[in-house]
C-alpha cells in the first residue's frame, strides 16, 4: 500500500530552527508538495520539489531524496505565527496525492 | 471575490436530511477536487472533476453525491449519513489535474456534524 509518515507533533522554541520529517512508499513518484494549514483554516501551498536536493524559499526550505524515500522541511528563525500543522503529500504515478496527517507545530516563546 | 470559497462554513444535520455543499474557484483552473479531513488523518481524497469530467471517485458511498456543471463550481450533494461522515470537507481546485507541478488551492472548507 502507499503510506506518508511525518511526526504527529513538535515543540521549538521562537527564533529556532525545526526541520520537520516525512517519508514515504508511493506507486510511482510524481514529487512532494508540503503544505501548511493553520488551525481551522485551508491547507496552503509551501513548497514542490521532484529533483533531488534543497529548494529554499526565505525562511523555509525543502529536502528530497527520492532513492530515501525522504523529504524535510526546514523552518528558520521560528515566529508564533509558524504554530500550525504542516502536511506532507507524494503525487503517485496516477498524479494522484497521497497525504500523510500531519505534523502540529507548536512554538513557544 | 478571489480563490476558492466554499459555503456554507458550517452545516448541522440530522441523518434523514439532504444538504448540498458549495465549492466556487475563481482561478481559472481546469480541475477540482472534493477532500474529507477527519482529526488526526490525512486528508482523504472523494471525487476529483477535469475539465467538468468526474476522474476520480475513490470508493466514497453513494450518499455523497458530486456534481460539477463548469469548470468554476463543484457541489457535493448529502443524503442519510452518518455520524462517522461528520468532518471538514475541503474543495480544492487546480490547473490540471493530470500535471505533477500544479498546486492545489483549497477552499476554507465546511466543517459537517451529522447528529
Known amino acids: 500500500g502507499q503510506n506518508i509518515d511525518q511526526p504527529t507533533e513538535m515543540t521549538a522554541t521562537e527564533g529556532a530552527i525545526v526541520q520537520i520529517n516525512c517519508t514515504y512508499q508511493?506507486?510511482?513518484?510524481?514529487?512532494l508538495f508540503w503544505y501548511q494549514q493553520h488551525a481551522g483554516e485551508a491547507p496552503t501551498f509551501l513548497s514542490y520539489?521532484?529533483l533531488d536536493g534543497l529548494e529554499e524559499k526565505g525562511r523555509f526550505s525543502s529536502f528530497l531524496s527520492r532513492s530515501k524515500g525522504y523529504s524535510y522541511l526546514l523552518l528558520k528563525e521560528l515566529q508564533m505565527k509558524d504554530s500550525a500543522s504542516y502536511l506532507c503529500?507524494?503525487?503517485?504515478?496516477?498524479?494522484?496525492?497521497?497525504w500523510g496527517a500531519g505534523t502540529k507545530l507548536i512554538i513557544k516563546p | 471575490e478571489t480563490g476558492v470559497t466554499q459555503t456554507p462554513r458550517h452545516l448541522v444535520m440530522g441523518m434523514t436530511n439532504k444538504k448540498s455543499l458549495k465549492c466556487e474557484q475563481h482561478?481559472?483552473?481546469?480541475?477540482m477536487y472534493w477532500y474529507k479531513q477527519s482529526a488526526k488523518k490525512p486528508l482523504e481524497l472523494m471525487f476529483v472533476?477535469?475539465?467538468?469530467?468526474?476522474?476520480e471517485n475513490n470508493s466514497v458511498p453513494s450518499r455523497f453525491s458530486p456534481e460539477c456543471p463548469n469548470s468554476s463550481h463543484l457541489f457535493l450533494h448529502l443524503h442519510t449519513l452518518q455520524p462517522e461522515d461528520s468532518a471538514l470537507y475541503l474543495c480544492?481546485?487546480?490547473?490540471?489535474?493530470?500535471?505533477?507541478?500544479?498546486?492545489?488551492?483549497f477552499g476554507p472548507g465546511t466543517r459537517l456534524t451529522v447528529t
Open positions: 508511493t506507486s510511482g513518484f510524481n514529487g
Open positions: 503529500a507524494v503525487m503517485d504515478s496516477n498524479y494522484q496525492l497521497i
Open positions: 482561478l481559472g483552473h481546469n480541475a
Open positions: 480544492a481546485s487546480s490547473q490540471d489535474s493530470g500535471g505533477g507541478s500544479y498546486e492545489q488551492y
Open positions: 472533476y477535469n475539465f467538468k469530467e468526474q476522474t
Open positions: 520539489n521532484v
